[in-house]
Structure formats: structure tokens, C-alpha cells
């Protein structure tokens, strides 16, 4: 990523989290900055979803997809800003 692409710091991001294989469907919408660090995403996702930290959600082949999500809504944030 270069100089010029490079997202500012206090850009929100809107990230919806699905729980697979539920149903009826369980999902959220959570609005996060993107400088926000893994851990503490990792706690909003967890308060998002009310879980405890009991179990992990996601599955090794499906996590990709989460990265996905994260940089589109990244990306078309920063165009709107």
C-alpha cells in the first residue's frame, strides 16, 4: 500500500458479522475505526455477539472472506470521506 493509499487513521469502518449456520439468521453491524487493534476488535466482536469466549467462530476455510468484507468497507469509506 502506498503513501496515496493509505487510509486515515480516524476513518469508521461498518463491519457485519453473520453467525453461519444459524437460523434464523443471527447477525450484527458494528461500526469500528480502523485504527483499532485486533484485540480490540476481537473484544467488540465479542460484546457485538454476546458471546463469552467460549467458542471460536470462525472456521480456518471461511476466515478469508472476513478480510474481504473489512478492507471493502474500509475502501468505500475512505472514498466517501
Not at 458479522?17 to 487493534?37: A, G, Q
Not at 465479542?46 to 469466549?53: G, V
Amino acid at each position: 500500500m502506498s503513501a496515496e493509499d493509505s487510509v486515515p487513521p480516524d476513518t469508521i469502518a461498518t463491519l457485519r458479522i453473520d453467525l453461519l449456520d444459524s437460523d434464523p439468521p443471527i447477525w450484527r453491524e458494528i461500526e469500528v475505526p480502523v485504527s483499532m487493534t485486533l484485540k480490540e476488535l476481537h473484544a467488540v466482536v465479542q460484546a457485538a455477539m454476546e458471546s463469552e469466549d467460549a467458542h471460536l467462530l470462525i472456521s480456518p476455510e471461511r476466515s478469508g472472506s472476513a478480510g474481504v468484507v473489512w478492507g471493502a468497507a474500509v475502501a468505500a469509506e475512505s472514498r466517501s470521506t
